[in-house]
């Protein structure tokens, strides 16, 4: 099977999940992804731990497709070592501070000075310029300060989701930018600086709410799971489950009303388009919930389909485990790996391709697995290695 990146090394000293899945996603697409860490082992190794080994469930999602190496680059050695590999690979990923950046050799004019056409991909909390640059951050932070917790949860309690999506979709962002620099790259011969920040990614995720609030000044405050664009759209009890309701559209609502035995409410100028509904969102969910509760998850899910209107259950993590379409589609990989005592489900890459499309090949390295291997590709001896581990640079 052609692999899109098949010859592009990526050197990864990315740290938690936005870097290092943006390495995860172009070691899916055929590249060499080397993920660099600290001898004893990163702290994002160690998150969530599920195995003998203490190593974590998210590490072994982040660090399929990737070679493992132990560095130390603060000390003088371990400097050598990072332009010994700098000079062999394309990438560079690096979620790290701009002055940890050059302690370490990795600020782009280090970087192009061993290799001059490198792509060095930068994450950080809040990108370079403006008086945030130099603070850290994580996932939640995003989440905080770009509107969507406010508009989370209720007004007297906002609520941070619980999958880190600030993070991903940074990372995606820096995949689809390092590959569009590896793209000019090919015409012009040129490397560049690729930045994504957490901060950025959660802007654009409510690039849309804030548009509306610098035009309206609607000051819209959270409503918990019920949507405010449209109706019906919020979580609704039946009486053995939840279900997850959205509609959005004339259509859908004339389909909806037609369920409920509400046609009338198609006359009703509180009802008359999506913003309308919206703003009466709180009747339309009462009308619903009243629905839902006289049937079963199942009667009101098959109800729903059968009137095409969008719906789901609300699953639990071993549900999900058990959902037929993730089995038929094998969304999940099984992937064993060392001290676990059943096969870990990875979930695939995202993004399907008809031709080229990305695959796990390999699970996530143990702690430095493939340093040894590494550092002979670059010239050390057996004996260089051995001291090397001595004086824990590797």
């Known amino acids: 099977m052609t692999q899109v990146l098949k010859g592009i090394r990526v050197l990864d000293f990315g740290r938690y999940i936005a ?6 996603l ?7 992804v080397i993920r ?7 702290e994002d190794r160690y998150l969530a731990p599920i195995s003998d080994t203490d190593d974590g469930g998210t590490f072994m999602q982040l660090a399929r497709n990737k070679k493992g190496l132990t560095l130390n680059p603060m000390k003088p050695e371990g ?10 690979a394309d990438v560079v990923i690096a979620n790290l501070p701009p002055d940890t950046l050059a302690a370490m050799g990795l600020d782009y004019d280090s970087l192009k000075a061993v290799k001059p ?13 403006g008086p945030y640059s130099n603070r850290v951050g994580f996932d939640g932070l995003g989440q905080a300060m770009s509107g969507a ?18 993070d991903f979709g940074t990372a995606s962002f820096a995949a689809f930018g390092t ?9 012009t011969g040129r490397g560049q600086v690729v930045e994504g920040s957490l901060f950025n990614t959660a802007l654009t995720l409510m690039n849309g709410t804030i548009i509306e609030q610098a035009a309206l000044g609607v000051n819209r405050v959270a409503s918990l799971n019920r949507g405010q664009g449209a109706a019906p759209s919020d979580t609704f009890k039946c009486k053995d489950g939840w279900v997850l309701v959205q509609s959005v559209g004339g259509p859908l609502f004339k389909r909806w009303a037609d369920l409920m035995g509400e046609s009338h409410w198609l006359e009703d100028e509180r009802f008359k388009d999506d913003i309308s509904r919206g703003d009466n969102s709180i009747l339309v969910s009462e009308r619903m919930a009243r629905w839902c509760a006289e049937r079963t998850s199942a009667e009101a899910l098959a109800a729903m389909e059968e009137a095409r209107l969008p719906a789901g259950p609300v699953l639990s993590p071993q549900q999900v485990l058990e959902d037929p379409h ?9 992937v064993d790996y060392p001290g676990l005592d059943k096969a870990a489900p990875l979930m695939r890459t995202p993004v399907e391709l008809s031709e080229t499309p990305g695959e796990i090949r390999h699970r996530a390295p143990t702690l430095g697995e493939h340093t040894d291997e590494l550092m002979r590709e670059l010239g050390y001896s057996d004996n260089e290695i051995a001291d090397l581990h001595a004086n824990r640079i590797i």
Do not use: N
């Open 326 to 334: 993730i089995a038929a589609k094998g969304l999940f990989q099984a």
């Open 36 to 42: 660099i860490e600290k001898v004893d082992g990163s």
């Open 179 to 187: 590959m569009a620099a590896l793209f000019e790259r090919q015409k």
């Open 149 to 166: 917790m406010y508009l989370s949860g209720t007004p007297d309690q906002p609520v941070k989701a619980w999958p880190p999506f600030v």
């Open 19 to 24: 870097g290092p899945f943006c390495g995860t």
């Open 79 to 88: 400097r050598e070592i990072v332009k010994k590999l700098v000079a062999t």
């Open 117 to 129: 056409d490198i792509i060095l991909t930068m994450i950080s909390a809040f990108g370079r310029g």
């Open 26 to 32: 172009l070691a899916d697409m055929g590249a060499e």
